[in-house]
């Protein structure tokens, strides 16, 4: 009876047992085309970063084999017309280099630009004006557990009014030191800088646009990126970015969702300011920094 | 005409109460002339008839059972020409008076009928056919008049024949009616092993699934690997593609419509069977003989007990349990009056936790209830009102890689209906009625991180908003015979939907026309316009049913289809084989979706999250059956495209709809070895269907914030295909006479194999990415391996 029994249950237990194996899929046609991000603000140093993308099995996945070294990338006010030359910060946090276009003039306030990048005979153009009013942060405060599409986390809670009678949207930016004991929400940790402390600069995921609530007193809470302590100092900083830069990082923001939960549509990046070319150029203005320490 | 009030005027006055009940006292009087011409326009032909006729009407009956047969053809020798039965197996003839009529009934696996009757004046004949041994099944095959399908005004209509249900191999030894609906011609599978179909390019929820006449929402148990209807309780199905008679509304797609047994009139009886999903138990019998009857059938999984003893504690809490139970009972009130009660219900519940980091519970089934009355108000004149009841209800939760998406929907529906019947002249058959539904839906979903405690509140159901409505539909169809080549079907059904903030009004003609070449052959056309007022929106990342009923409303428009089909049929051998060859082409406009990246933290509003576009599909579709011998079965193949287009997905530019596929072969037959021996097989072979995944990546960097990463670069929705789908499933079955305590019995022992070559066909397939190298890759999942099963089932 029992062999009986155990045979049965053997069957049944084929019926919800399942195989799962890697698979080659047949890559189609791709063409590679260029991802530029370029967000200036006034009184600091341009950074256009420009990347390929590559066909999504395409080996290629460190920074140096992505980034595109040999473009020609212009920015022009009006008066100056300035050659950007090919620059490379290093990245404590991952270990790794980052490249980017950038030159020796700081970016002017209430000023249009343009930018031009020529790459393999094609020249991508796109246009953003530093003309963004600066909104000063008027509280700061700290929660243990808030929850929002990402799940549940800590949060800062930024307090602000908006400017009234203009098409605002923001997001919050934070500056601080940090060293290898700290992890990123990716659970990564410095392996390169032995408890040597090294700045970060992070941005909210999420860009908050004032429709609606124009000209009212207004709070908005972001996930910080890294971890921290109880005394941990950092300066907090409100940035009011333009509508492309809204648009472009909404899209990602969408997108990178849509990644992470198996339950929502996916979300195509759409092309924006530049054709045949996925990214932004766009301008903002940032308040002054206010000191942050966490209260725990 | 009697007929006046319940078509065309019928609808014109219910406009104008609509209207008024509304505030808006402005009478749509030109609507109402529309109407009554189109009233005229239909009914034309028959008023004008006006012979020297007698009828012949009465109902066609399995002789042993009482069972009343659907689909049985009464044929009069005389004329060249007959009636089919309906589902209460009522049938009617106006023929032209004469000394003598002849008539042949005849119904598929049924020893035909031959008899002559007077043809002076009106007769009431009841038939009482008898099941065909195997032995007896070639020498009447030359009696066979079945020839419905070549010689009827239908065109898209398949009825499945139970017998071949019963023999065919199906996973786990579970006989399915939805897993041979899905071996059609213009019908799709879902994902591998679910009941899902797909008609004709339509969505799963553009398909209505009535069980006697009641809508069954979810017909599926245990994450849809098998219906909910239980195959000992069944006596007829028919599936409808195309060529809808006005009768039928409500869904774009198809009408799967599903009759349950009155029981056994004669004598006590009951079958019933152990599998090794689930077990179940049927009786029947009379109340009083030969006036009424009961059946009640009842199944239940018992695979939640095996696991529950097997799994140890503290390890995965995967559990099963379905059950169903369909009860009927019909009593003969008087000579022109018959009375049936309709109960069914069926739940499921699991809780699930494995496969790629998913976990899963759900609990969801539906509860119909029909109380019909038939009325013969004379032999011309058939009436049917039924009401019916039902609820549904689908309750789940799902995590999957720490996400988790909860949702709820509820649907209470209460239907009235009135059909008539009426066999004026040989050249008329008129059916027209009214259905009124009241719908209560409440649907509710959230998708979000899952929280680190794990506790995922259940949804509050008294917070969910209830979405009322109110469908009234009039309907009226004539069944014309122009001449011995050319007959028509032509309707016109009129749904009005109201809701407080919006209402609708459509109008469907129905027109299907045949033009017969020779006895055996035929050529159909149909065009059909039909709308649909309720939508189940599709998720189509998610590899779990998180689908939800949502209620036409402001925003969201009614669908609505256009479908024009054509076809040659021709049957050879004096009907042994039937073939067909139909090509349809269908648009589908405000067809719903979710926004790319809809998700909310709050069961909001779902109607801000959709988004419309149109459907287009067109294709061929092949159909040869054999349907008497020792082997029967059949060979369907279609050749089919479907496309969706949707401005604010993938770019605007149109793409293939998920179950776009382009090959799709059956074959499946049953063999009669003997009177011990039956063996069957199914063979499926398809084209894979449409996936999304990116074509391209990116990389975004800026400053070490939260956006840096990789990002999907999409060439298109749905750019990519799975591999061929293709398995063969065979059974063999061994009959025999059995006894216990004395009590004989016939006993038949079922084994089957599901998949006998063990392909791994895709179920789905997901992107990864290694944690040390970065590199991509895709991974794919299959469900169904090769299962053997064996069952045992039991008739007295």
Redesign the interface.
């Known amino acids: 009876m029992k062999k009986k029994?155990n045979t049965?249950?053997i069957?049944?237990l084929?019926?919800?047992?399942?195989?799962?194996?890697?698979?080659?899929?047949k890559?189609?046609s791709?063409q590679?085309?260029l991802?530029i991000?370029g967000?200036i603000t006034p009184g600091e140093l341009p950074k256009i970063?420009i990347?390929r993308?590559?066909?999504?099995?395409?080996?290629k996945?460190?920074?140096r084999e992505?980034t595109v070294d040999n473009a020609t990338v212009t920015l022009n006010n009006g008066s100056t017309n300035d050659m950007l030359h090919f620059d490379s910060a290093y990245?404590y946090?991952?270990c790794r280099y980052?490249f980017f276009y950038t030159h020796a003039q700081a970016i002017q306030a209430n000023t249009s630009y343009s930018l031009n990048i020529t790459f393999n005979g094609i020249v991508y153009s796109a246009q953003a004006t530093t003309n963004q009013s600066k909104v000063s942060i008027t509280s700061l405060n700290y929660v243990q557990t808030f929850?929002?599409?990402?799940?549940?986390h800590e949060g800062i809670i930024v307090g602000y009014t908006d400017k009234p009678g203009e098409e605002n949207f923001y997001r919050y930016e934070m500056g601080r030191m940090i060293d290898s004991s700290v992890h990123?929400?990716d659970a990564a940790k410095s392996s390169c800088t032995f408890g040597q402390k090294y700045y970060?600069?992070?941005?909210?995921?999420t860009i908050y646009a004032d429709k609606n609530v124009d000209g009212k007193a207004l709070t908005f809470t972001f996930?910080p990126?890294y971890s921290h302590k109880k005394g941990d100092s950092a300066y907090v900083r409100l940035q009011s970015v333009d509508k492309n830069i809204f648009n472009f990082?909404d899209n990602?923001?969408?997108?990178?969702?849509?990644?992470?939960?198996?339950?929502?549509?996916?979300?195509?990046?759409?092309p924006g300011q530049f054709k045949n070319a996925?990214g932004v150029f766009g301008a903002y203005a940032v308040s002054d920094s206010v000191l942050f320490v966490y209260p725990e | 005409m009697f007929i006046a009030p319940f078509s065309s005027l019928g609808g014109a006055f219910f406009i104008i109460f609509i209207e008024s009940l509304q505030g808006r006292s402005a009478v749509k009087i030109k609507l109402m002339k529309q109407n009554i011409i189109l009233l005229l326009i239909l009914l034309f032909p028959f008023l004008t008839n006006a012979q020297k006729k007698i009828t012949i009407s009465g109902n066609v009956k399995d002789i042993k059972s009482g069972e009343v047969l659907i689909g049985a053809t009464v044929y009069v020798t005389n004329e060249k020409r007959g009636a089919t039965t309906n589902s209460y197996g009522f049938y009617s003839l106006s023929v032209k008076q004469a000394d003598s009529i002849g008539l042949v009934i005849s119904y598929q696996g049924y020893q035909p009928k031959i008899l002559t009757t007077s043809g002076r004046t009106d007769q009431v004949i009841d038939y009482n056919l008898e099941e065909k041994s195997t032995s007896l099944a070639e020498v009447v095959v030359s009696l066979n008049k079945n020839n419905n399908n070549v010689s009827k005004a239908k065109m898209s209509v398949i009825n499945i024949p139970m017998k071949q249900i019963k023999a065919l191999p199906m996973i786990a030894g579970e006989r399915d009616v939805l897993k041979v609906v899905q071996l059609l011609p213009g019908v799709q599978s879902g994902q591998e092993g679910t009941t899902g179909f797909y008609v004709r390019g339509g969505n799963t929820d553009q398909n209505l699934v009535l069980l006697d006449e009641a809508t069954v929402y979810n017909p599926s148990h245990l994450f849809g690997l098998f219906s909910t209807f239980n195959t000992n309780a069944i006596n007829n199905v028919t599936l409808i593609k195309g060529g809808f008679p006005a009768q039928y509304g409500g869904r774009l797609s198809s009408i799967l419509d599903i009759t349950m047994k009155e029981g056994n009139k004669k004598k006590f009886s009951g079958e019933g069977g152990i599998g090794l999903i689930s077990s179940n138990l049927t009786l029947e019998g009379p109340i009083k003989k030969n006036k009424s009857s009961f059946i009640i059938s009842a199944r239940r999984t018992f695979a939640d007990l095996f696991v529950k003893a097997f799994t140890p504690k503290n390890k995965n809490s995967t559990n099963y349990s379905f059950y169903d139970v369909n009860a009927k009972a019909n009593f003969e009130v008087s000579k022109k009056d018959k009375l049936y009660l309709s109960f069914f219900k069926g739940l499921d519940n699991a809780k699930y936790v494995g496969l790629s980091s998913l976990n899963y519970g759900i609990n969801f089934g539906n509860t119909t209830g029909t109380v019909r009355w038939n009325h013969l108000f004379s032999n011309k004149l058939f009436n049917n009102t039924s009401f019916i009841y039902n609820d549904y209800h689908l309750s789940l939760t799902t995590t999957q890689d720490q996400y988790y998406a909860q949702l709820y929907t509820g649907i209470k529906d209460v239907n009235f209906k009135s059909d008539f019947s009426y066999f004026p002249s040989p050249s008329h058959s008129i059916k027209a009625g009214f259905n009124y539904s009241y719908s209560t839906l409440f649907p509710s979903t959230t998708s979000a991180k899952a929280p680190k405690n794990g506790n995922i509140n259940k949804p509050n159901l008294d917070s969910i908003q209830h979405v009322y409505s109110s469908i009234i539909a009039f309907y009226v169809n004539d069944d014309i015979t122009v001449s011995e080549r050319i007959s028509a079907s032509v309707g016109l059904r009129v749904p009005v939907f109201v809701k407080s903030d919006v209402q609708y009004l459509r109008y469907e003609p129905r027109a299907t026309i045949k033009y017969q070449l020779n006895d055996a052959t035929s050529i159909k056309a149909a065009y059909t316009i039909m709308n649909q007022f309720k939508h189940l929106v599709p998720n189509s990342t998610a590899s779990l049913p998180t689908d939800i009923w949502i209620s036409s409303s402001k925003i969201v428009r009614p669908e609505n289809s256009h479908q024009i089909a054509l076809g040659l049929f021709k049957n050879f051998k004096d009907n042994t084989f039937e073939t067909s060859l139909e090509v349809y082409y269908k648009t589908m406009s405000n067809q719903v979706l979710f926004k790319e990246g809809a998700q909310s933290i709050q069961s909001a509003a779902i109607d801000s999250k959709l988004t419309f576009g149109k459907g287009s599909s067109y294709g061929a579709e092949l159909f040869v059956k054999k349907n008497v011998g020792r082997f029967t079965g059949w060979l369907s193949y279609t050749l089919s495209w479907t496309n969706q287009k949707f401005d604010s997905l993938n770019f605007g530019k149109q793409f293939p709809f998920t179950y776009d596929k382009r090959h799709n072969l059956s074959i499946v037959g049953t063999f009669d070895l003997n009177k011990h021996w039956t063996f069957s097989g199914a063979f499926v072979l398809t084209s894979g269907g449409a996936f999304t995944l990116p074509t391209g990546r990116a990389t975004v960097y800026g400053d070490g914030s939260l956006y840096d990463g990789t990002y999907y670069d999409y060439a298109g929705r749905n750019n990519y295909r799975y591999r061929t789908y293709h398995r063969l499933d065979m059974s063999a079955i061994f009959h025999r006479p059995a006894k216990i305590f004395g009590m004989k019995y016939q006993s038949e022992l079922v084994i089957s194999i599901y998949n006998i070559y063990n392909r791994h066909n895709p179920y789905f397939i997901y992107l990864t990415k290694d944690a040390i190298t970065s590199q991509t890759s895709a991974r794919e999942v299959s469900l169904l391996p090769i299962i053997p099963a064996i069952s045992y089932n039991f008739k007295f």
Do not use: W
């Open positions: 029994t049965i249950f069957l049944f084929l019926v919800i047992m399942s195989c799962e194996k890697t698979i080659t899929i890559q189609q791709y590679s085309k991802s991000q967000l970063y990347n993308t590559v066909p999504y099995f395409d080996p996945v460190n920074t992505l990245n946090h991952y980052d929850k929002d599409l990402y799940g549940e990123s929400v970060v600069k992070e941005l909210g995921r996930e990126n990082y990602l923001d969408r997108q990178k969702l849509a990644q992470y939960n198996p339950f929502v549509e996916p979300v195509f990046i759409i996925i």
